[in-house]
């Protein structure tokens, strides 16, 4: 049940872009985003509810696809402080609120 | 606001020994789980609790008590420690309900030798 993230890792120079992409074989009700810097406690980025909506705030973006039950995470022009890892964590069932995360998506951004 | 408090923040234990870890937080939150974190393995449930007196389990529950006597409060509880439970233990916390993000505690990283 766990959701399957790709890439593992990604490595790009400060200003590149990057897609982490988040998929289920079972149907979605709500994807949530997080960051983990080293040694910190994950922090919440966003949450897409099913209906395919796009969010985002400053250039961290992320898109809901129902159908074929995944969901990506996009990131612009990006800056050092965007390095660390990445989960998505799934809502399997409705209201249920419980997450599964996936395994991460390791994200090392240099100058 | 101080958020979600976890304690302690390490601690080492000897296999078959017991110990609780304590998570509160201070936001009126109804929902409160409990992940741990392994190396390539990301954050897997253990217990989670959607108000004072309910408690269910989640993904890897065995070895693992959990209670919720207050809306604040969600001890988890290693009943007889072993070296498979040495991991980064988090507590996380949000409102009821689509839309809300989880809450992070700090973590408690636990050895048992």
């Known amino acids: 049940q766990q959701p399957v993230q790709s890439p593992q890792a990604v490595i790009l120079r400060e200003g590149e872009d990057a897609v982490i992409n988040c998929s289920s074989s079972?149907?979605?009700?709500?994807v949530h985003w997080y960051r983990q810097k080293h040694g910190e406690a994950p922090v919440f980025l966003m949450i897409l509810l099913k209906g395919g909506e796009q969010k985002g705030h400053d250039k961290i973006s992320a898109s809901f696809n129902e159908k074929k039950q995944q969901s990506s995470l996009y990131l612009t022009a990006s800056q050092l402080s965007y390095s660390g890892t990445y989960f998505c964590g799934t809502d399997l069932i409705q209201g249920a609120q419980k997450l599964v995360f996936g395994q991460g998506t390791r994200l090392t951004i240099n100058p | 606001n101080a958020g979600v408090t976890q304690t302690p923040k390490f601690q080492v234990l000897k296999t078959g020994q017991s110990m609780t870890l304590q998570c509160a937080q201070d936001m009126n939150h109804e929902y409160m789980s409990w992940y741990r974190q392994d190396p390539g393995m990301g954050l897997r449930l253990i217990h989670y609790?959607?108000?004072?007196?309910?408690?269910d389990q989640g993904e890897v529950p065995n070895g693992y008590n959990v209670s919720r006597s207050t809306t604040e409060d969600f001890p988890l509880r290693l009943l007889s420690a072993a070296p498979s439970q040495t991991s980064v233990y988090f507590c996380?916390?949000?409102?009821?309900?689509?839309?809300?993000?989880?809450?992070f505690g700090s973590g408690t990283r636990l050895t048992v030798v």
């Open positions: 609790s959607v108000g004072a007196g309910i408690t």
């Open positions: 996380a916390s949000s409102y009821l309900g689509l839309g809300y993000g989880y809450t």
């Open positions: 079972k149907a979605l009700y709500s």
